[in-house]
């Protein structure tokens, strides 16, 4: 394949990728991950079309190492490819194992930290199972360019003060959301407890 033009060789890689854009992950084994690891060729060329990295659906774990490092791989991959293509849709889908409430702090800090960086690339996001705190927590005016949200959060335990998500209510180019709780843990409470903060006049 070395003597294909690069644009032959970049539409190959696109027929390896599943067809369904939101199984693509991560995985070693898969593309396009797997594209980067055959040869430096292959790796330069993946990592330099932004189409191979536009759609990423990811595994939350609460074991935070594990957690941090698929982080930031995916980070470092964007880096690289996102300044100069489309930008990225996103489902991160935190699973929930109550191992212990220390391990489950870390990984809600690494999922936002990389939310908060990485957020200017994001024009659709869909968030599986992550706490009202982690939502409460993200700081607005991170999402610039997001179209499309899905939320579907877990319970805020032991909350006995109002909170407001309010990291989507200046997204200008957000159309479509989706909201989903548990049960007994609402986005607007009867309490008033716990909102979340839209657009809503654009919606």
Not at 39 to 57: K, T
Not at 97 to 126: A, C, I, K, P, Y
Not at 168 to 194: I, S, W
Request: one cysteine or more.
């Amino acid at each position: 394949m070395q003597t294909l033009p690069v644009e032959i060789t970049r539409e190959i890689f696109l027929q390896c990728l599943d067809e369904d854009r939101w199984a693509i992950g991560l995985r070693p084994l898969e593309a396009p991950l797997l594209l980067t690891h055959v040869c430096h060729e292959w790796r330069r060329v993946a990592l330099d079309y932004p189409l191979l990295w536009a759609w990423m659906r990811l595994q939350v774990w609460s074991r935070s190492e594990a957690t941090k490092a698929q982080l930031q791989l995916l980070q470092d991959i964007l880096a690289r490819v996102l300044p100069a293509g489309p930008t990225l849709n996103l489902q991160l889908l935190q699973q929930n194992n109550r191992e212990s409430d220390e391990l489950q702090q870390t990984d809600l800090s690494n999922v936002t930290s990389f939310l908060v960086s990485m957020g200017w690339t994001l024009t659709r996001l869909t968030l599986v199972g992550v706490s009202s705190q982690e939502l409460v927590a993200l700081p607005p005016d991170q999402f610039p360019s997001l179209e499309r949200l899905v939320l579907e959060h877990r319970g805020f335990e032991g909350r006995t003060e109002r909170a407001i998500i309010s990291a989507f209510e200046a997204c200008p180019h957000l159309r479509r959301v989706a909201l989903k709780a548990e049960p007994h843990t609402a986005f607007a409470d009867p309490d008033g407890l716990l909102e979340v903060a839209l657009p809503w006049h654009q919606i």
